[in-house]
Structure formats: C-alpha cells, structure tokens
C-alpha cells in the first residue's frame, strides 16, 4: 500500500464542504490514481475515524490564458468521505 501521506494531497475547505460537515461528510483532494479503498483506509490510518462510504470525482481542469498563451489547469481527483456515527474530523 502506498503511504497515506502520499495518497491525501489536502482537506478542502470550501463552501461545499462546510455544509457537507454538518452530514458528516469531508471533501479531499487526492492523488489520482488512487482508488476508494487506499483513501478509505489513509483517513482511517491519518484521522484516527471510520470511515462508512468515499466517493470519488476526477474534476477537469479549466482552460486558463496568459496574454496570447492558452493553457489548462491540470486535472485532480476529489473525494467525498462520509464517517460512521459518532465519529468527526476536528476542522479547527
């Protein structure tokens, strides 16, 4: 198994995300070729929590323009967690 440092790039903190702690659900951003059962079990060995579902989304990148230079963003994959009862991730 891959280290679970390497596997969580970050916990995102958006708007989204604020109202989907309240469901007991975390957004992160991961690595992306991880699959749902390496990220389960990385929040599960990094947040000391268990973990009852993960979804995951590849979000494409958004074309981006320098002066005259077009580019994109590189694409990235998030996942949702959703924890079991009783258990939470402390945001502060």
């Known amino acids: ?3 679970s440092h390497v596997i969580l790039n970050t916990l995102l ?3 989204k995300g604020a109202v989907l702690a309240v469901e007991n659900k ?5 690595q992306k070729g991880a699959n749902k059962i390496e990220i389960n079990k990385a929040v ?3 947040y ?24 994109k963003t590189p694409d ?4 949702v967690v959703t ?4 258990h ?3 945001l502060a």
Do not use: P
């Not at 958004?62 to 230079?69: E, P």
């Open 26 to 30: 975390y957004l992160f951003s991961v």
């Open 83 to 86: 924890l079991k009862d009783g």
């Open 13 to 15: 903190r958006t708007e």
């Open 48 to 71: 000391k929590v268990k973990v009852q579902d993960v979804n995951t989304q590849v979000v494409n990148g958004k074309m981006k323009r320098v002066r005259q230079q077009a580019g």
């Open 88 to 90: 939470k991730i402390d």
């Open 44 to 46: 599960e060995d990094i």
């Open 1 to 3: 198994m891959k280290n």
């Open 76 to 79: 990235w994959k998030k996942a």
